[in-house]
C-alpha cells in the first residue's frame, strides 16, 4: 500500500509522491512522469490514457498521511519493501522476514530487533555536531599555522635585512677606505710625474744649449782662414769655458715610489646561532611565533616585546675603534714609502 506498484520504491513527498489517476489507480510521481507525453498521461495498470499531464493529477493524501505513521520503517537492504525485524550477532546483520531463513540454525545468535530512526537521527545529528566541531577545530588549527608561518617569514626576513645591512656597511667602508688609498697614490704619481717634467725641462735647455755651441764652432771653423789667430785664441777659450758649463749637470731629485702594503683584514663574518628564545605562558609557543595576545611581563625590559633574539646573530665585522691595537683592527691597510731610490741621474 505504501509502495509504488511499478518501482517498488516507498512513497514519500518528493520524487515519489502518490499521484491518483481519473482511472483511481495510484503510482508514484516519476513512474507517472515516464509514462506520460504530450501532455497524455498513460495508466500503466489498465492503459488507460487520460488528456491530463502529471502536474495537474492530484495527490493521494489517504496514502500521503498514513505515511507518517510508518515512519520507523528501516528496510532491508535485500529487500527494500521488508523491514527489519532481527539482528544476528554472530554475523552483524540486521535481517528483515525472508533474510532470517538464511541465519536459521546453530552458529547464528539471532535475536528481535525494531530499528528507531529518532535514535538513528539523533546519533547521526550528533556525530554531524562532533564533524561541525572538529572542522572547527581543524579550521582553527589552520589559521595559527598561516599565523605562524606569516610571523615566521617575517622573523628571517628581518634577519635578512640585518645581514644584508650589515654587509653592505662594510663593503660601503671597503669602498671608502680603497678610494682613499688609491687617490693617495695618484696624488704621489701626479707629484713625481711633475719632478720629472721639470727634469725634462732642464735637460732639453741643456741640449739646446749644446747645440748652440756646436753650430757655432762648426761657424768659426768655415772662417778659421780669415781669422787671426788672437780671434782663435779667444774663441777657442770662450768655447772651452762654454762646453764646461754645458758639461755640468746638476744632481736630479731622487724619484719616490709609494707602495701598498696589504695589511687589510676582515677578523669576523658574523654566524647564525639558535636563538634562545622564550616561550608564551600562554599558549606555550615562542614568543616570535605567539599569536595569542597574552600581556608579557612588565618587569622584563624587551626591546621588542615580539622579537626575543640572541644577539649572536647578528654578523661580528671587527671596525676600527678605541682599546683596539693596529693588528686587531677590521681595517688596516695603508700605503707606505718604499726606501729605495731611483739611482737614475740625468
Not at 495527490?59 to 532491508?76: H, K, Q
Not at 562532533?130 to 608561518?149: R, V
Request: with cysteine; hydrophobic share 30%; charged share 25%.
Amino acid at each position: 500500500m505504501f509502495d509504488c506498484g511499478i518501482c517498488l520504491f516507498r512513497y514519500n513527498s518528493k520524487s515519489k509522491l502518490p499521484l491518483s489517476l481519473p482511472c483511481g489507480h495510484v503510482f508514484c510521481k516519476s513512474c507517472v512522469v515516464s509514462c506520460s507525453s504530450s501532455g497524455m498521461t498513460c495508466c500503466p495498470f489498465d492503459k488507460q490514457t487520460h488528456s491530463v499531464s502529471p502536474r495537474h493529477l492530484p495527490t493521494c493524501y489517504a496514502i500521503l498521511t498514513n505515511l507518517t505513521s510508518s515512519s520507523n520503517f528501516v528496510p532491508c537492504s535485500r529487500h527494500p519493501r521488508k523491514k527489519v525485524k532481527f539482528v544476528c550477532y554472530s554475523h552483524e546483520s540486521y535481517l528483515c522476514s525472508d533474510c532470517v531463513l538464511e541465519h536459521a540454525g546453530p552458529g547464528h545468535l539471532i535475536d528481535s530487533f525494531t530499528p528507531d530512526l529518532s535514535k538513528m537521527r539523533a546519533q547521526l545529528e550528533q556525530l554531524g555536531e562532533s564533524a561541525q566541531l572538529t572542522l572547527s577545530k581543524i579550521s582553527e588549527e589552520g589559521s595559527k599555522h598561516k599565523s605562524k608561518e606569516r610571523s615566521l617569514k617575517n622573523f628571517y626576513e628581518r634577519e635578512v635585512v640585518k645581514v644584508t645591512s650589515r654587509f653592505e656597511s662594510c663593503a660601503r667602508m671597503l669602498e671608502a677606505k680603497k678610494k682613499e688609498l688609491v687617490e693617495t697614490l695618484k696624488k704621489q704619481l701626479n707629484e713625481q710625474q711633475l719632478l720629472l717634467q721639470v727634469e725634462q725641462m732642464k735637460v732639453q735647455k741643456k741640449l739646446e744649449a749644446a747645440q748652440k755651441w756646436s753650430n757655432q764652432v762648426q761657424e768659426f771653423l768655415g772662417k778659421l782662414k780669415e781669422t787671426s789667430y788672437e780671434a782663435f785664441s779667444q774663441f777657442v777659450n770662450n768655447k772651452q769655458f762654454e762646453l764646461k758649463k754645458i758639461q755640468e749637470f746638476y744632481p736630479s731629485k731622487e724619484l719616490k715610489f709609494y707602495t701598498y702594503s696589504d695589511t687589510l683584514k676582515i677578523a669576523d663574518f658574523g654566524y647564525i646561532s639558535l636563538s634562545r628564545t622564550k616561550r608564551c605562558s600562554g599558549c606555550q609557543e615562542p614568543s616570535e611565533v605567539c599569536q595569542c595576545g597574552v600581556k608579557k611581563d612588565s618587569k622584563k625590559n624587551f626591546k621588542n616585546p615580539e622579537l626575543s633574539v640572541s644577539q649572536k646573530v647578528l654578523p661580528k665585522v671587527a671596525t676600527p675603534g678605541k682599546g683596539t691595537s693596529r693588528k686587531k683592527r677590521g681595517f688596516s691597510a695603508r700605503v707606505r714609502l718604499n726606501t729605495s731610490k731611483c739611482n737614475k741621474s740625468f
